[in-house]
């Protein structure tokens, strides 16, 4: 795969979340690049070890002095979503991490005496809430929240990140569906395949949106001069309006398909049903996110220019992890 290009001149880039799986990648690229890092992680010595030394590291932002340049934010910072059961102490922990994380960056950009030109805030399709079955309606960028507890999770975060734009701060909100990579939740999907005991999850009819890493950091570098021009076209007394881009590939899919689409890819069956009841039983409310699903559509992205290197979702998958290519786990 080609280079990503980010921005002709070398920017300094702060990047929350630096060392979870997006952030490792979109570190390496941006090092590439040429542009100079600064990582916010709970383990700063980590951090620059995992990164070789070249990124400046923090765990907090009370530590980044407020005459540190940064030009460019990227905020990816926050708790794993899928994994413990939505008790009321992890939806707080949920919270805590996105919205307090958040809240102490503009609380820096306020007092920094450098403003970033732009913010580029993380954020997750759970914003749209979920999509029963046999409910086939695109959703692009435009649709309305729910009240649960995924979509005010992503509501509270982007309007947190939102307030940036009071500082003269151009605010792009990135909802993300399923990364596909060589981390995130795909090894261990693609985990029962490879054992020769995987099929689809539930009913197989409930919409699975996602996108390859190459083309989410893709979507960045083609999103970081159209944003920055639109900030600078505005002023601080009238700012930009902040923008939600959909990052999912045109080419959503039903659970189905995506099963036998590994299965083929890993020249593997996809026989065996994961029934419902047991994922309902141990995940709760947050099991909608695996038995109901979302199709969500890159609406914003597209008509922005941007063209997706993959938007099949049998593609994706074989450049990952085809027969040459055995994914692993990052980190």
């Known amino acids: 795969m080609k280079p990503i290009r980010f921005c002709d001149e070398q920017q300094h880039v702060l990047v929350t979340g630096a060392t979870g799986f997006i952030g490792q990648e979109l570190v390496r690229a941006l090092l590439d690049d040429g542009h100079a890092v600064t990582a916010l992680s709970r383990d700063p010595e980590r951090a620059r070890s995992l990164f070789d030394g070249r990124v400046y590291a923090i765990g907090n932002m009370a530590s980044l002095p407020d005459d540190h340049r940064v030009d460019v934010i990227v905020n990816l910072a926050g708790a794993r979503i899928l994994g413990a059961r939505w008790t009321d102490r992890r939806k707080q922990t949920l919270m805590q991490s996105r919205i307090g994380t958040t809240r102490s960056l503009v609380e820096w950009i306020s007092r920094s005496t450098h403003k970033p030109a732009l913010l580029l805030n ?46 003269g701060v151009q605010v792009a909100c990135m909802r993300f569906g399923l990364v596909l990579g060589h981390g995130g939740a795909l090894p261990m999907m693609l985990l029962p395949f490879k054992l020769g005991v995987g099929g689809r999850t539930g009913t197989g009819r409930q919409w699975l949106s996602w996108i390859h890493i190459h083309d989410l950091l893709r979507g960045m570098a083609h999103l970081w001069p159209r944003e920055a021009t639109r900030g600078e076209e505005s002023s601080q007394a009238a700012p930009a309006p902040v923008e939600a881009y959909n990052f999912v590939a045109p080419g959503a899919v039903h659970q189905a398909d995506f099963a036998n ?17 047991p994922l309902r039983l141990a995940l709760g409310e ?46």
């Open 122 to 167: 993380g954020s997750a399709i759970g914003y749209y809430g979920v999509q029963r079955q046999g409910d086939d309606t695109p959703l692009p960028e435009d649709s309305p929240p729910q009240p649960v507890f995924m979509s005010q999770l992503c509501q509270a975060w982007e309007a947190e990140a939102s307030r940036a734009a009071d500082y």
């Open 261 to 277: 689409a590994a299965a083929s890819v890993l020249h593997r069956p996809a026989l065996l049903p994961a029934p419902a009841w």
């Open 286 to 331: 947050q099991s909608d996110l695996v038995l109901e699903g979302q199709r969500v559509v890159p609406t914003a992205l597209t008509a922005s220019g941007f063209v997706f290197d993959f938007p099949d979702i049998r593609p994706a998958l074989a450049s990952l992890c085809g027969p040459d290519r055995p994914i692993e786990r990052v980190g």
